[in-house]
């Protein structure tokens, strides 16, 4: 097992394992992953489980389980642990949500877990990993059986000011928790309300403003690396991924229609 990420509350590693076997155990965690190939079986809550690959899996805090190849070809898999406390911050339930089914094709929770699995080392601050662990956050409660809880009332008049003062730091690395503290609203209601009144989360806001930089920078004829530094990306092909992903064409093809 290997590594990838960790930080408080939050540990991200990928496994393969040809015939080991884990014995009965617990984690203080939640364990939430994704198996990339074979057969991943084991035991929890009494009931033999099967994960195969694209399956996603959701572990809970304190529960007996083991681990075992389910064929002869061994198993891999990414999974992140996250700390009840990590969990329940993001969480709108007001309580920690509970899963039955430990293994999942869910689109829904697919996609929060894989999100999740994606994370690179970042910081706390981060507004990556505040979005996907809000998106884990309501993957868990829309698959528990506990209510969902009202979405807390939307103050449209302070999502636009952080709109606005979001627009005015890019290019800059805009530290969430800094907007936290000026704001009064944490970063998990802030990732999922930006959502619902503005159609895009915070960290795609602040993508697609870069990307009005870089247009304009490529109109007033600047080279394409230079104008992709300028806007806060790392690199040029960092730049050329979300561009075409934005505008389905390359900055390179944009140019040549556009001048």
Same mark, same amino acid.
């Given at each position: 097992?290997?590594?990838?990420?960790?930080?408080?509350?939050?540990?991200?590693?990928?496994?393969?394992?040809?015939?080991?076997?884990?014995?009965?155990?617990?984690?203080?965690?939640?364990?939430?992953?994704?198996?990339?190939?074979?057969?991943?079986?084991?035991?929890?809550?009494?009931?033999?489980?099967?994960?195969?690959?694209?399956?996603?899996?959701?572990?809970?805090?304190?529960?007996?389980?083991?681990?075992?190849?389910?064929?002869?070809?061994?198993?891999?898999?990414?999974?992140?642990? #996250?700390?009840? @406390?990590?969990? /329940? *911050? =993001?969480?709108?339930?007001?309580?920690?949500?509970?899963?039955? $089914? !430990?293994?999942? &094709?869910?689109?829904?929770?697919?996609?929060?877990?894989?999100?999740?699995?994606?994370?690179?080392?970042?910081?706390?601050?981060? #507004?990556?990993? @505040?979005?996907? /662990? *809000? =998106?884990?956050?309501?993957?868990?409660?829309?698959?528990?059986? $506990? !209510?969902?809880? &009202?979405?807390?009332?939307?103050?449209?008049?302070?999502?636009?000011?952080?709109?606005?003062?979001?627009?005015?730091?890019?290019?800059?690395?805009? @530290?969430?928790?800094?907007?936290?503290?000026?704001?009064?609203?944490?970063?998990?209601?802030? $990732?999922?309300?930006? &959502?619902?009144?503005?159609?895009?989360?915070?960290?795609?806001?602040?993508?697609?403003?870069?990307?009005?930089?870089?247009?304009?920078?490529?109109?007033?004829?600047?080279?394409?690396?230079?104008?992709?530094?300028?806007?806060?990306?790392?690199?040029?092909?960092?730049?050329?991924?979300?561009?075409?992903?934005?505008?389905?064409?390359?900055?390179?093809?944009?140019?040549?229609?556009?001048?």
């Amino acid at each position: 097992m290997r590594t990838e990420a960790a930080q408080a509350g939050f540990e991200l590693a990928a496994a393969r394992f040809a015939d080991h076997q884990f014995s009965p155990h617990r984690h203080d965690t939640y364990a939430v992953g994704c198996t990339l190939g074979g057969v991943q079986s084991f035991r929890y809550r009494g009931a033999g489980r099967h994960a195969l690959a694209g399956d996603v899996f959701v572990l809970h805090p304190d529960e007996l389980h083991d681990g075992r190849p389910g064929t002869d070809a061994g198993y891999s898999y990414r999974i992140a642990y #996250l700390s009840p @406390a990590l969990i /329940l *911050a =993001a969480s709108d339930l007001g309580r920690l949500p509970f899963v039955p $089914a !430990p293994v999942s &094709r869910h689109p829904v929770l697919v996609r929060a877990i894989r999100g999740v699995l994606a994370l690179g080392p970042g910081e706390e601050d981060d #507004l990556a990993h @505040a979005e996907a /662990l *809000a =998106a884990l956050a309501d993957a868990l409660a829309l698959m528990s059986d $506990a !209510p969902r809880r &009202r979405l807390s009332r939307v103050d449209v008049a302070k999502l636009h000011r952080i709109r606005d003062q979001i627009a005015d730091l890019v290019p800059h690395r805009v @530290a969430i928790g800094a907007l936290e503290r000026e704001h009064g609203i944490d970063r998990f209601t802030l $990732a999922r309300q930006f &959502r619902v009144l503005f159609g895009v989360s915070p960290r795609r806001f602040i993508t697609l403003r870069r990307l009005d930089l870089v247009a304009s920078a490529i109109g007033r004829g600047s080279r394409l690396a230079d104008a992709a530094l300028a806007a806060g990306f790392t690199d040029q092909s960092h730049m050329t991924r979300a561009f075409r992903d934005a505008f389905g064409t390359s900055p390179g093809e944009w140019r040549r229609l556009h001048l």
